[in-house]
């Protein structure tokens, strides 16, 4: 089984979005939280999100008139923090 969790955590929304969704402590402790009843059910393999192509995000329509951005600075962060 695998489990990709953590990219809404880091996702960013609003005009003047200063801090992701979820705070990094959050993220950390709800995922180490999924990743002990993933294990306990016979889950093996847990990822975080991927970087992004930050210039990509900034120039998507969708992205820009759902006013949704990602970081990779954020992403990393996360990364980080679970390994």
């Not at 695998?2 to 709800?30: E, F, H, I, M």
């Not at 998507?60 to 759902?66: D, G, V």
Request: some cysteine; charged content about 20%.
């Amino acid at each position: 089984m695998s489990c990709v969790l953590g990219g809404n955590d880091v996702t960013r929304v609003g005009p003047d979005a200063g801090k992701p969704q979820v705070s990094l402590a959050q993220s950390v402790a709800n995922l180490r939280r999924l990743r002990r009843i993933g294990g306990a059910a016979g889950g093996r393999v847990g990822m975080t999100p991927v970087p992004v192509l930050e210039e990509r995000v900034t120039a998507s329509p969708t992205f820009h008139y759902s006013q949704v951005t990602w970081s990779n600075s954020d992403v990393v962060a996360l990364y980080e923090r679970l390994r």
